[in-house]
């Protein structure tokens, strides 16, 4: 319980600032999320990409089309930018004259995304930012505002979505400010522009160490904003339901007070969404390792169970959901992604079914295949302990340990789903 009560949300000073960054590639909602955000919460909003265009467009003036043309140096330290920032715009002026809707060309959004490539660039916006950040809590939204500009941020979000919804989204915006759209043309240079964006040498677009990932593919603004806002709240977790917040505060009572389960590796749990692989001894393992974790979770549970009504509601206001164990169930794993890219955690145990003793069964696929689709870590979990009723009686501890997290992403070429599975049950019997 000392471990669980030490891992809050990071100390800090008082009357510090609280900063929020937004990351990710263009036609992600990084922006209209940003906005809608600060509007709610109150913070400053600082646009970054909007400082980009602003030199790219007084480079534009001078006739600067690269960041190798010399003469962008003496620019940057001549042309006057100032920003003003509150909850629901931000406005840009270049040498006194306001170029807030002027800066929103794709022409000048394409020149924005080369000039920054330039370190001297990069350099300069950042300076912009961190002076705006310090008049009162604020959300920067951008391509490396987590990995680069604010680090030690309080909540980092990396925003990502398919390329065809994205360009969608960009089209959509354009027809909105009666712009004509060249369908084919602005999918080619989003395309193009994030190759450049992750492949250049200077801060290149990443998902920023701790950043939360949030797939908004299927989610409307407002769903991701109202998603970010609960994040934010929960010192990025989910809290979930007052139904759920009471039904885990009586588990806790009942297994640590009680039962006097002990816990290990508490610090190991990430924040937003992953995997929780566990070995499955007793009908008490759900329960157990769903009231240890810090915030809301979601488990994979039999189908059979959902069939009893009182029993079947109970388990979804618990966020569980339905699989048919025997086959590969895909509308069951396609619900799972779904709640992971939502930075929903789940619990799943890979071996599918319970078994005694120490010996471990042999792993499904599943917890591969959703690490790998949601692009979320697996944290492997043992249980130890052979009766729930015995630890009641002081007879013997039941002990959860948590693991160092597992990434798909980290496979060597030439590895696939099984193989990863394999590697997640050797990490819980290692435990």
Known sequence: RSQMQGNGYGSRATGARRIITIDGPAGTGKSVTARALAKHLGFLYLDSGALYRAIALAAEREGIETPRDGRLLGLLESVRIQARADAGAFHISVDNRDVSDEIRSERLGCLASDLATAPEVRTRVGELLHDLSRQQDCIAEGRDMGSEVFPEADLKIY??????????????????????????????????????????????????????????????????????????????????????????????????????????????????????????????????IGCLLPGATGFLAKEELFRKPLLGSLLRRLNAIPIRRGRMDRSALRAARSALRQALPLLIFPEGTRTKGLQLGKPHAGVAWLARQAHVPVVPARIRGDSFWRSVLRLEHIHVTFGDPLYYDSLESGSDDRMFAATVMQAIAGL
């Open 159 to 288: 925003l990502t979505a398919s390329i065809e919804v994205r360009a969608q989204r960009r089209i959509a915006q354009l027809r909105d400010e009666g712009r004509a759209v060249n369908e084919e043309r602005v999918t080619i240079e989003m395309r193009a522009r994030d190759s450049k964006d992750r492949a250049r040498g200077a801060s290149p677009l990443r998902v920023p160490a701790g950043a939360i990932r949030l797939d908004t593919t299927d989610l409307t603004f407002e769903e991701q904003t109202n998603l970010i806002c609960a994040l934010y709240r929960g010192h990025g977790r989910l809290r979930g339901s007052r139904f759920y917040r009471c039904a885990r505060g009586l588990a806790r009572c009942f297994f640590i007070a009680l039962g006097g389960v002990r816990v290990t590796g508490f610090e190991k749990i990430p924040k937003g969404a992953f995997l929780l692989a566990s070995n499955h001894r007793s009908y008490f393992d759900g329960p157990l």
